[in-house]
């Protein structure tokens, strides 16, 4: 429980074609290393969420792309094969708009490969360049979002500057840094005192599983919630500002993140209280508007609400909660509106949460 | 499991000096009836909360002082003994206003015996009005709520009612009936189309446990949700009216209910969606008018948040689902401004959710 793998996905040391990722099912209890050999790995590592988090599915998917030009060139039908994995990489997290991205920036590049040897050595490449990106555009967001907290910590003279969180938009959810964690270790590594209210986001406690572990880790000062908290919080003025992270932005600044952010961005508006969403600007849909009516809403499995995983203090035990007749309803993300969010922190900067606001940050996308 | 105690609270067959309860904490994964003997049983047992929920706890406090009374007796400083008692049970659980008025009414009506001998059989007697009078109480609010169900099910032309609930406001809370379980029971005995979407209620998971619990009993259609889930819910048209009970009401009709009622309030506002707390006017506090202000909040133990039980197939097990060194908060109630309330459902009908509204319906309070 000691070791701090400092980067979420590598290639494994003498093989660099079995990809490594931490098994964040058995965080905070256990840090378990999981080989991936295949594309139907990868499936499988995004689908039951060992891994998650919308950066570092688009850098799985990234080696799965990679991972199926070097199956396909082993296959006699190669090019059904190739199109049978993107298919099933594309089917594996539907809401997650970076996981297309990445598969795309892999298809387009693979265009120019002449051949299956050509093919691989681009997919390898640009697997290798979306995760040195992704780092570089996390440190870029906390850039972006120190200013805020430094604001709130000279008006506060230099006391605890307290933070929301939901769910993880940690480094756990990227390769390092984070993305709302970034302004925070950023913050942290400066001296200013902060501390982090760590929603624990069920169904799969996300926030006290690997939110509170990876603070830990970092030494950062926080306290896990439970996810009905916030609003009493907030309305107590025990939280300065809330940051969360995003699976999919409309080009109209809508916000698609775990189910219960839209709760908390109506407490931080009840409250006036600062709300900014951290983005990478992949996670941006710029074919979409409307996010209420355009994102489609994952359904997951009702036993996701009806048990739960703990530590029974030798092993994860998984527990049941409910009536065992009970049925359970589990939708994976909710959609913030525009209206409720007070700035989108990016790789380029922070903008309003609307089209302006975007497009003046992101020219290109008139 | 198929054994249905229709009240929560009674005397002992064949020992009526010995009070019988359904041990909460165990459901609804085992049905487990208590004995309690004590003053200091009754005490433990609400603090505890072996019995929880407002108009029970008030019940429970009564055969509390009942106890109280019996014991003074039997003591060579019996009314330091029995001022004890009384303190410690006013103690036991801050954010309840039935205690205090359960107490209250017991003692006013104890200054009536000239000896232990007839304050007992006043407290005894005082006990079981107590019951009876919510029972009645309980019956009435459900009353004055099946129009507002009757009403949503007309619009919808017979189509299904969907009620979202949080924590346990139903007769598990209550002795028969309860009270936002009042109008929906009547309503399915009425044959009306009803659903319950059932907040699981984190950290001690009420509406998984009790809620989901009860409404299978009586075999009211519900589905179990995360906490986070219902603004999403309410956003796509699928709650019709939210329905909550109080553990305090202010004069100005301010709410202190479970933590994260507040949150449910500011999702239904924002969606339009009806918006009811049902309460007997026993959880009335008419001296206080700031619900955020003035309501006391009660912290419990941070472990409530760190384990979680469930059952494992054979029993109940505590697990671990934070990092065992991350600190956690947990505060017990929070306020819900009568502003995001449609109205109050009593035992004397419906009213707005301030001064002049809950005037109207209760006039001697001028």
């Not at 990489?89 to 265009?111: G, H, V, Y």
Request: aromatic share 8%; hydrophobic share 40%; charged share 20%.
């Amino acid at each position: 429980m000691n070791t701090y793998a400092k980067r979420t996905i590598w290639r494994k040391e003498n093989n660099p074609n079995i990809i490594q990722v931490i098994d964040q099912r058995r965080l905070p209890h256990e840090l378990i290393i999981v080989d991936i050999h295949t594309c139907q790995e990868i499936v499988d590592a995004i689908k039951d969420m060992t891994v998650r988090g919308a950066p570092l599915i688009g850098a799985t998917a990234g080696y799965g792309v990679m991972l199926a030009c070097i199956e396909a060139s082993k296959n006699q039908n190669s090019f059904v094969y190739f199109e049978k994995c993107i298919n099933e990489l594309r089917a594996s997290r539907p809401t997650a708009i970076n996981l297309f991205w990445a598969i795309e920036r892999q298809l387009d590049a693979l265009k120019e490969g002449k051949n299956w040897q050509e093919k691989i050595e681009i997919a390898s490449k640009i697997a290798d360049q979306i995760i040195e990106d992704d780092i570089e555009v996390c440190r870029l967001i906390g850039v972006a979002g120190l200013p805020i907290l430094e604001k709130i910590s000279q008006n506060k003279k230099g006391e605890v500057v307290n933070i929301l969180t939901h769910c993880n938009a940690g480094r756990l959810g990227c390769i390092e840094w984070g993305t709302i964690s970034s302004p925070i270790y950023q913050a942290h590594q400066n001296g200013m005192k902060v501390h982090v209210w760590v929603d624990e986001t069920r169904p799969r406690n996300q926030g006290a599983n690997l939110t509170a572990w990876e603070l830990t880790q970092a030494g950062v000062p926080h306290t896990v919630i439970v996810d009905n908290a916030g609003g009493h919080l907030m309305q107590h003025g025990m939280v300065d500002v809330v940051f969360v992270g995003t699976d999919r932005t409309t080009r109209m600044g809508d916000v698609a993140n775990k189910i219960g952010t839209y709760l908390k961005a109506l407490a931080a508006f009840d409250n006036q209280i600062p709300f900014y969403v951290a983005l990478p600007s992949t996670t941006i849909d710029w074919t979409i508007k409307n996010g209420l009516t355009e994102i489609p809403i994952e359904e997951r499995s009702q036993d996701e609400v009806k048990y739960i995983y703990g530590w029974n203090g030798t092993s994860l035990e998984k527990v049941l909660l409910t009536p065992i007749t009970s049925k359970a309803s589990n939708y994976g993300f909710d959609v913030t509106p525009a209206r409720l969010i007070t700035g989108l922190m990016t790789e380029r900067g922070i903008c309003a949460a609307n089209e302006e606001g975007l497009l003046s940050l992101f020219p290109e996308y008139k």
